[in-house]
């Protein structure tokens, strides 16, 4: 079945570490998404790419950093210079053809 | 700006009961989607409803049904008879301007059905 893998769903980072979140999808689609949500909040975007190779920063993108080297991969890195990356963290993929996003199922990441 | 709002934070009913989830939103834009999504516990966000500024029919779908209200900017969601698998968070959404396929998502409300 087509869809977005995420993994790890679970992520625990030490202070000044960094991580990297996957992100697969195998829909073809074009277009590729992380957002960030914290509770009771809603979902604010970090970065996206609309092609490979190619990537822009969204509304959050301080402290992340992400590439695109492949049309199926969106990976994205916490850095240690994000201050509060305890987040759930959602990726999408999207086609012009496609009825909205297609979300993958997360990654909580907990810094301790 | 593009801008959309879900004034209720958070809804709770007893099983059976309608509910309507609210949702304003602001764009320049003179042709433009909405989108309703669902987010159970498990936290992946599920596709709900695509609509096109052009059709302001309301749709029904099972125990599902929109309206849309271009007059009044508003995109509400109506859940009838509404099951303890209604509980989620229920997020709307409106494309942001230009061809970039972002997103912009409301605050989300949070409904509780309970038995």
């Known amino acids: 079945d087509g869809g977005i893998t995420q993994s790890p769903k679970y992520l625990f980072r030490k202070e000044g570490q960094n991580v990297t979140l996957s992100c697969e999808q195998n829909l073809n689609h074009d277009a590729m998404y992380w957002y960030r949500q914290d509770p009771g909040q809603g979902l604010r975007l970090i970065y996206y790419?609309?092609?490979?190779?190619?990537?822009q920063k969204g509304d959050i993108a301080e402290g992340y950093s992400v590439s695109r080297e492949k049309k199926e991969s969106f990976p994205l890195t916490v850095t240690s210079a994000q201050k509060n990356p305890t987040a759930f963290y959602l990726c999408?993929?999207?086609?012009?053809?496609?009825?909205?996003?297609?979300f993958g199922s997360g990654t909580r990441l907990t810094v301790v | 700006a593009q801008k959309v709002t879900q004034a209720q934070t958070e809804i709770s009913v007893v099983e059976k009961e309608d509910v309507t989830l609210d949702c304003v939103y602001e764009?320049?834009?003179?042709?433009?989607?909405l989108f309703w999504y669902k987010q159970p516990p498990s936290g992946e966000l599920v596709f709900l409803i695509r609509r096109n500024s052009f059709d302001e029919q309301n749709e029904i779908s099972g125990r599902y049904s929109w309206n849309f209200q271009k007059s009044t900017s508003s995109f509400n969601f109506t859940i009838t008879a509404s099951q303890v698998v209604d509980s989620a968070v229920y997020f709307c959404a409106l494309p942001d301007t230009g061809n970039t396929g972002k997103l912009i998502f409301g605050q989300g409300t949070t409904l509780q059905v309970k038995p």
């Open positions: 764009t320049r834009d003179t042709t433009y989607y």
């Open positions: 790419s609309q092609i490979v190779n190619d990537f």
């Open positions: 999408a993929s999207s086609s012009p053809e496609n009825d909205g996003y297609t």
